[in-house]
Structures are given as C-alpha cells and as structure tokens.
C-alpha cells in the first residue's frame, strides 16, 4: 500500500485570501478552485473562504456541481464552455454561470448566466473581437454578468499591454450595452501585475495556494500544501543516468 500523505493548510489558504482581498480591495475576488482546487481539495478550500471571496472558478460543469452538493451557494463560472444541450441544462440547473465563446455558445445558454470570453492572444477559448458584436446580439444581456479573458504571458509587459489595449476595446463595446458588467482579465500573474490590470476583478488561481507564476515572487504568500512519503531506498550516485537519460545533458 502506498504511505504517501498529503497535507493540506487551510489556514494559510485563507489567509493568502484576506492579503489577495487586501489588495484588490472592493474588486471581485474569484477563486479559482479547479483540478480540485490544484490538489488542495476544492470543497474544502472554497467553504474555507467563501466569505473572503465572490465567488469560484471551475473548469467543467461537474466540478461546479460538486461545490453546489457540498452547500457552496456563491456564483460559480465554468471556464469551458457547455459542448451540448446536456451540458447546459446540468449547469442551468446547478445554477451556474457559463463562458459564452460564440454565437452558436450564446443561443445553447439561453437559459443560463453566463460570462462572455474574448480571446486578446492566449488563442485557447474565446471569441475574437471581431466577432463580438454578434455574441452580443446574440446573448441575454439581462443573464450575462461579466466579460473576461486571459494573460497567455503575465511576465512580459509588452505582450500584457497589447492583450489589456485589446481588451479594453471589448470592454468598450460590452459595457455600451451593460454598463455595470464585471471586466475581468487577470490572473494570478496580471494580479501581481495590478494596476490597471485588476480592472472590475480578478481570477485567483495559483497564488491562492501560496505560488507565484514565473517571473514574479510569492513572498508574502504562503504555502499550503505539503506531501509526505517514506523513502525506499539511497543510492550513492556511480556515473551514468538518473532514470532515463544523463543528469547533465539536455
């Protein structure tokens, strides 16, 4: 049997919270608690800062449904969008907000809160502005609560401000029809970033659990998950390979 032990601080979960809360202020603070909360178990973590936050991102509606069965009753949104009638009505009747990437996305969740997304560069999920005038006619502005899209390279300062020009420009265009609709573009890297890349809010992933994204620091922020396992064996190294492969070369 494996005797591997996982343990995880909820403590310093919700505290890495209250600081991300600190400097946001007023915004709205999703966390993101997808893949189960990136191993940290996402029932737990979201009834251990719900109050601290606005709400919870996942990446399938299942994983919204289990925080609705564990008593989670914040606005949950699904980043991937529903793929069929199906997946709609699960996320209408666990009351959970939807992506909207396209007209044909749009017309399935008529009967669902939704985000709109707008691909500014990341090129994974997400309408092209050029499109978005469409999405537009074709949604229920009266269920649609936010816009968003996604730093693909948080780091590079060039690369985030032609995604935030781009962005703005959706943003422009969303707000001409719902002006009190939530922008949000960040991450946990355009978080750090702050500024005017916290806009109405921001999507807290991985700094919520205490790391940074490359290129910038997490000090502040704690760790909050550590992994024990009972080791089996201690070799002295005697030249050759470590596994597969060298240990010094590419």
Do not use: W
Not at 123 to 150: E, F, M, Q, W
Not at 155 to 174: G, S
Request: charged share 25%; with cysteine; aromatic share 6%.
């Amino acid at each position: 049997m494996q005797k591997t032990l996982s343990v995880i601080n909820l403590c310093n979960i919700r505290a890495n919270a209250l600081k991300i809360r600190a400097k946001i202020g007023d915004r709205k603070l999703l966390a993101v608690v997808k893949a189960d909360a990136y191993g940290h178990g996402a029932e737990e973590v979201a009834r251990a800062i719900e109050d601290v936050c606005d709400g919870f991102c996942v990446a399938i509606a299942d994983e919204g449904a289990a925080l609705r069965i564990a008593g989670i009753s914040k606005p949950v949104l699904v980043f991937a969008p529903p793929l069929d009638k199906s997946d709609a009505e699960r996320s209408e009747f666990y009351n959970l907000t939807v992506t909207v990437n396209s007209v044909e996305t749009a017309r399935l969740c008529k009967n669902c809160r939704c985000h709109i997304k707008v691909n500014t560069g990341m090129n994974r999920l997400g309408c092209n502005i050029k499109d978005l005038p469409k999405v537009l006619k074709a949604v229920d502005l009266d269920k649609t609560d936010g816009v968003y899209s996604h730093l693909f390279a948080p780091q590079n300062a060039a690369v985030c401000k032609a995604q935030l020009e781009i962005f703005n420009r959706a943003e422009r265009l969303v707000k001409a029809q719902k002006p009190d609709i939530c922008a949000h573009l960040s991450a946990s890297g355009g978080l750090l970033r702050g500024g005017n890349y916290l806009k109405d809010g921001v999507r807290a992933g991985i700094l919520l659990y205490g790391y940074a994204p490359a290129g910038f620091s997490s000090s502040g922020f704690k760790p909050a998950l550590k992994v024990y396992a009972k080791r089996v064996q201690k070799t002295k190294f005697i030249g050759g390979g470590v596994g597969y492969n060298y240990a010094d070369r590419p």
